[in-house]
């Protein structure tokens, strides 16, 4: 019995320290890069434009130019508006994205989320990129050899697209407004319900010579946590997981970079490919370049000044001969991490929602969440029927394990007889126990498999209430409004503290006093652990608790009624 206390309890106990640690790591506010007294600091304006601009490092080989048809923009009526340093950004509004693009440079540079709220604030929608001291994200892109980029002023036929209800797309047409040897313009094609931007750079060549542009695409970053990641509902941690680079071949599949590998110079990611893509992943949420596949591009990573990070694709036009013009194409997702749409839209792109090292035990039990939310639409009553699911494919260990805890309940008054009867004599008592054990047909360590296999179960639920954007801002019911984050009450916590000390009760006392009082405190030490773990998880741990003591209290009965039947017999 001793043993399998202590199995159980150093089980129980490591594998809580190990989230513990784990949700102190991915959560806890912290640098990303060894800059602290950059942190806060606004990128320089100057560093940010022509500073960023991205240097092949080889020559790339250039494909075969691809035509694009001419769309005619249609735009909220105004007039041709001329670019100016200080002029207003053009806005374009969808059902799904609010969308700034500067007018020097051409490029997007704020994104709200229409659909999904501030991390900290449900009345305002999340701002996914922005120019802002502190939180600096935005996007460039434009060419290289001297002709139109990122520094570059651009036009456009009105300050404000909006696409209309019914609308198949609407696109954004903006054109540059100097002298070069070629005529470019960039534009952005927007869907309902969609959080893919199509950009198209169009190239015509105005000069006597035959030229070979090349075209970059590229996300600009402080190294900070998003806006409200480091400050959420949690008392002792804030929300922070990873956030930086992350690069996807067929060669090497997904590899991370974290920003202060860039500091270092010590990313280690694929240059050349002619597949895959490159994304800047947060918590929650991913911003990714998808270039077209079976075209040469090069990815990099770099540090473009203190604290702030450049990560892009460079991809040739190929050779454009005098009057003659050529487009490179290029997608861009802004938006969740909704894994679903993520595997839909290129290969392994889902795999930015990361679920630890659980992984293979995690993405099961995510689908199987969502298949049943899908039935029943509450993520929070989608946890309780998942954990009766997981009990119901446990319920023969859990049984084989609740009747040697039944039985051993059974024989504790035998037990404290031979304790009575060998004293301090440790050795004969552990002979007499296990004699005892034989005779009954009792497995001392019958109850721990089944805490030894929950536990890989309990983790891999910790990571997909951590990872899942579905869950985020999730609802259950009454109090519990958010399944991602801690019981703002604590009240959870408190009904699981209860429902582990009524399972104590159930099971047998220890033989040791000292270890008794431990048991009965194990409730309440736990309980304090759970008070900072997501909401969803902490329901699922006590919907277990709720059924393991249905459970224990049948077996309890059927067992004592069995012993009864069996000491009437004897006599």
């Excluded at 604030?121 to 502190?134: A, E, H, I, V, W």
């Excluded at 990714?288 to 540090?303: D, G, H, M, Q, S």
């Excluded at 999730?474 to 209860?498: E, F, K, N, Q, R």
Aim: with cysteine; charged share 15%.
């Amino acid at each position: 019995m001793d043993t399998q206390r202590l199995v159980a309890l150093i089980v129980f106990s490591f594998s809580s320290l190990l989230l513990w640690d784990a949700w102190q790591k991915h959560n806890a506010p912290k640098q990303t890069a060894p800059q602290a007294q950059s942190q806060l600091a606004a990128p320089d304006k100057t560093q940010a434009g022509a500073s960023a601009l991205p240097t092949p490092s080889t020559s790339l080989t250039p494909p075969a130019p691809a035509k694009q048809g001419a769309e005619a923009a249609r735009a909220v009526p105004g007039s041709s508006v001329a670019t100016e340093a200080n002029a207003g950004a053009v806005v374009v509004r969808t059902d799904t994205l609010e969308v700034e693009i500067g007018r020097k440079g051409g490029d997007i540079q704020r994104v709200t989320l229409l659909k999904h709220f501030a991390a900290t604030d449900r009345s305002k929608p999340l701002t996914l990129m922005q120019p802002k001291s502190g939180h600096y994200f935005v996007t460039q892109t434009g060419l290289l050899g001297g002709l139109p980029n990122h520094n570059s002023m651009w036009t456009t036929t009105a300050e404000r697209f909006e696409m209309r209800p019914g609308e198949g797309a609407l696109e954004v047409r903006l054109r540059h407004a100097g002298q070069a040897d070629a005529a470019v313009e960039k534009v952005y094609r927007f869907k309902p319900g969609s959080y893919v931007v199509e950009m198209v750079q169009e190239i015509r060549n105005a000069s006597d010579a035959v030229i070979t542009p090349s075209a970059y695409f590229q996300f600009l970053r402080d190294g900070n946590p998003p806006e409200g990641e480091a400050a959420q509902n949690n008392p002792m941690t804030g929300v922070a997981t990873f956030t930086g680079p992350a690069v996807y071949t067929n060669e090497k599949k997904f590899v991370k970079v974290s920003f202060s590998d860039v500091e270092k110079g010590k990313q280690d990611h694929p240059v050349k490919a002619t597949d895959g893509w490159l994304a800047l992943v947060q918590h929650y949420f991913v911003s990714a370049w998808l270039p077209k596949p079976n075209v040469e591009r090069e990815y990099f990573t770099r540090k473009v000044s203190d604290n702030l990070y450049g990560a892009g694709i460079i991809q040739s036009a190929g050779s454009i001969a005098p009057g003659q013009s050529a487009t490179i194409p290029m997608s861009l997702y802004l938006g969740p991490q909704n894994q679903d749409t993520l595997k839909a839209l290129a290969p392994g792109l889902d795999l930015v929602v990361d679920y630890g090292w659980l992984t293979i035990l995690a993405a099961p039990l995510f689908w199987v969440l969502q298949f049943i939310h899908g039935f029943v639409g509450n993520w929070g009553w989608s946890i309780v029927l998942l954990t009766i699911l997981i009990k119901a494919v446990f319920y023969p260990l859990n049984q084989k394990a609740g009747m040697s805890m039944a039985h051993m309940k059974a024989v504790a008054p035998r037990i404290q007889q031979l304790q009575q009867r060998y004293g301090d004599d440790r050795a004969k008592l552990n002979q007499a126990m296990m004699e005892l054990y034989r005779t009954e047909k009792i497995n001392p360590l019958g109850g721990c498999l089944p805490i030894l296999i929950q536990i890989p179960v309990f983790i891999a639920l910790y990571w997909v209430l951590l990872a899942a954007v579905e869950l985020r801002h999730a609802p259950w019911a009454g109090w519990i409004t958010d399944l991602s984050v801690p019981d703002p009450y604590y009240i959870l916590p408190l009904v699981m503290a209860v429902s582990m000390f009524v399972q104590t009760k159930l099971n047998p006392p220890p033989p040791d006093p000292v270890q008794a009082k431990i048991m009965l405190f194990m409730p309440l030490i736990f309980s304090i652990f759970f008070f900072f773990f997501p909401a969803g998880l902490v329901l699922y741990w006590t919907v277990q608790n709720l059924i393991g003591i249905a459970q224990q209290w049948w077996i309890n009965k059927v067992v004592e009624k069995q012993t009864n039947q069996k000491n009437a017999g004897k006599r």
